[in-house]
């Protein structure tokens, strides 16, 4: 009785403390809220599909809290990528007048703003659903909003599936899904004829400039980007407000740097030219959305397409190019190709002018080519590994895969792939149930063989060696090889490179960094790794993955040796992860692998053309 009380003493004072919710009237989906608000009031779970710009992101859990609902429980807002859950959460809270409070707070990998007065709260799709092994109920709830839906990555596939089941037994958590206009009569069969409601999004016409490739379209594609600017430039001119910026979309970090270089040399254009991708710092990140007189250029990734949106934008050049991961069943490789998009991610782009005014979208390829891409982009569950979703499925006890109600099944080869790679690992035993293994390397945030590695390491005594390599496969390489200095990166890359295993280079260059940053201050530092070729962003990155990684370890009892370990042990250890990733020397350059792969050593690796059989 006395948990009862206290319980409705909490909520009242939620009640109470409240924040004044007003709604802009420029915002689309505001002409809105009124029929958004009867759908939630009359359904459990409720689609909302509005184009870039209409609103949905921030003005839906204010609608929520509007409704009376964040009181007993939480609204839970996922959001794709981690810069998204950062930028939406300090908006909502701007609005809201609740900067610098918990009222609207967010939890991303290895950071958790939220606590007992937190209302709203931003995460990563990923977060929700590792809170699922703790709270299966998600009790700690009372509405859910699936943002970006239509982005179908692994982890919002899987959470809608586990939401189907889950509302059953929840009929008091409210779900809204919400993604741009594409294909969103799945979302509703998926479940159960759940009701539609569409707001507007862009609200001028968007005028489109095709130019196809050159024939050299990948090594001009700097000089490409810098005559559009111009045209836009040229075009600007014309219109009653000139100065609206530019957003680029690129395909990678790379790309970003190479194209800054070149609108920076170009000085007849007077530019300022921010880049924005997911690793920079959040100060670097804010730095789009700051109020400034200048014509800008950002250049981003497709973290620009759809999980935020970059303020004053009248214009888009969109290279047509972005990195999709992709995995082969055959050769037992995950992939970061570069591929053309979907003509459903360019209208995606497109959709980020025309917000404002008249808006410019110039596409460097043709008209032909758009209209031969496929419509859609292929959903990540089609196109993963599925091994780490199995362990997740098994250690929540979710039953059979093939009977899981995903949006769109995986093939069934694809699930025995997952199975297979597993059970080399010891994770299952022969007939598919989770061994000791398995449940200790679900505990790890990172793909299972690296998880299979870490268990070695604690079992060969070489765990201090073993965390640094890992952590440093979990993430991007730090070190840099800019196109014009490639030589001096090498020669600085040099220094911590070991004759025998690409492996313990990473560990020398952890020992390297770590003797200097205890030396130096955070400036300083920086100035070093940018001496040294090193991504300072990626080397704090690197440390703080290590740092999750040896807690969890240490939660778990396993021992970090002190001493430093031998070759044999280490490498040992990464076998016991990297079984199918073993190669025997044909010939000079070829290696002969499982499944009959053929390989050759990279010409970057120290080992290159030093023929060891193995």
């Known amino acids: 009785e006395s948990k009862i009380q206290a319980s409705c003493q909490q909520a009242h004072a939620r009640k109470s403390a409240l924040p004044s919710i007003n709604f802009p009237p420029e915002l689309p989906i505001s002409q809105s809220i009124d029929a958004i608000r009867d759908l939630i009031s009359q359904h459990q779970v409720v689609i909302v599909a509005g184009e870039t710009g209409s609103g949905k992101t921030t003005q839906l859990p204010k609608l929520c809290l509007d409704m009376g609902l964040g009181i007993k429980g939480m609204i839970g807002h996922t959001q794709p990528r981690r810069l998204a859950a950062r930028t939406v959460c300090n908006r909502i809270a701007e609005e809201l007048a609740v900067s610098g409070s918990s009222a609207v707070a967010y939890q991303v990998r290895f950071q958790d703003n939220t606590n007992e007065k937190t209302y709203v709260k931003l995460m990563t799709d990923g977060i929700l659903l590792s809170e699922i092994r703790e709270d299966p109920f998600l009790n700690k709830y009372d509405t859910l909003i699936i943002d970006e839906a239509h982005e179908r990555s692994l982890n919002i596939d899987f959470l809608l599936g586990y939401l189907k089941r889950l509302l059953r037994r929840r009929p008091d958590l409210k779900l809204i ?11 509703s069969v998926h479940f159960n004829n759940a009701p539609v409601i569409e707001v507007s999004g862009r609200t001028y016409p968007v005028n489109y400039v095709y130019q196809g490739a050159t024939e050299n379209a990948e090594e001009d594609l700097d000089e490409r980007i810098v005559s559009a600017i111009h045209e836009i430039r040229k075009i600007g001119k014309k219109l009653p407000i000139p100065h609206r910026d530019i957003l680029v979309f690129l395909s990678g970090e790379k790309e970003i740097r190479d194209t800054a270089n070149t609108i920076r040399k170009d000085k007849s254009l007077d530019l300022d030219v921010l880049p924005l991708y997911a690793r920079l710092t959040n100060k670097e990140q804010n730095r789009v959305f700051q109020s400034h007189t200048k014509q800008r250029v950002v250049l981003a990734t497709n973290v620009a397409e759809t999980s935020l949106t970059v303020p004053g934008i009248g214009y888009v050049i969109d290279s047509g190019m972005a990195r999709i991961s992709r995995y082969s069943v055959r050769s037992k490789i995950q992939r970061l190709p570069i591929e053309a998009i979907s003509q459903a991610s360019a209208n995606q782009r497109a959709g980020r002018c025309g917000r404002l005014c008249p808006g410019t979208c110039v596409r460097l390829y043709s008209e032909e080519d758009f209209n031969s891409r496929p419509e859609y982009t292929d959903t990540e569950i089609t196109r993963t590994n599925l091994a780490s979703v199995i362990l997740q499925m098994l250690v929540l006890k979710l039953g059979d895969i093939e009977s899981f109600p ?13 199975f297979k790679i597993l059970e080399e690992l010891d994770a299952v035993n022969g007939q598919g149930k989770i061994t000791r293994a398995g449940r200790q390397m679900a505990s790890f945030p990172v793909d299972p063989r690296l998880a299979r590695i870490i268990l070695a390491g604690a079992q060969f005594n070489c765990l201090n060696e073993i965390l640094i390599i890992v952590s440093a496969l979990s993430i991007q390489d730090p070190r840099e090889r800019p196109q014009d200095k490639r030589q001096a990166a090498d020669e600085a890359h040099s220094r911590y490179s070991h004759p025998e295993s690409d492996f313990m280079a990473w560990v020398n260059l952890w020992q390297f960094f770590e003797e200097n940053r205890q030396a130096l201050g955070r400036n300083r530092l920086g100035k070093f790794c940018h001496k040294h070729f090193l991504s300072y962003m ?77």
């Open 177 to 187: 899904v919400t993604s741009a206009t594409i294909d969103v009569d799945k979302f």
């Open 406 to 418: 995903f949006v769109d099944p995986p093939e069934t080869s694809a699930i025995k792939d997952g």
């Open 538 to 614: 990626r080397m704090t990155e690197w440390r703080e993955v290590h740092r999750q990684l040896k807690l969890l370890s240490q939660e778990m009892k396993f021992s970090v040796n002190s001493e430093p370990a031998s070759y044999e042990k280490i490498h040992l250890s990464l076998l016991s992860g990297l079984v199918s990733n073993v190669a025997n020397r044909l010939d000079d350059q070829t290696y002969l692998g499982t499944r009959n792969r053929r390989f050759r050593v990279f010409p970057g690796s120290e080992l290159h053309g030093k023929k060891y059989p193995w």
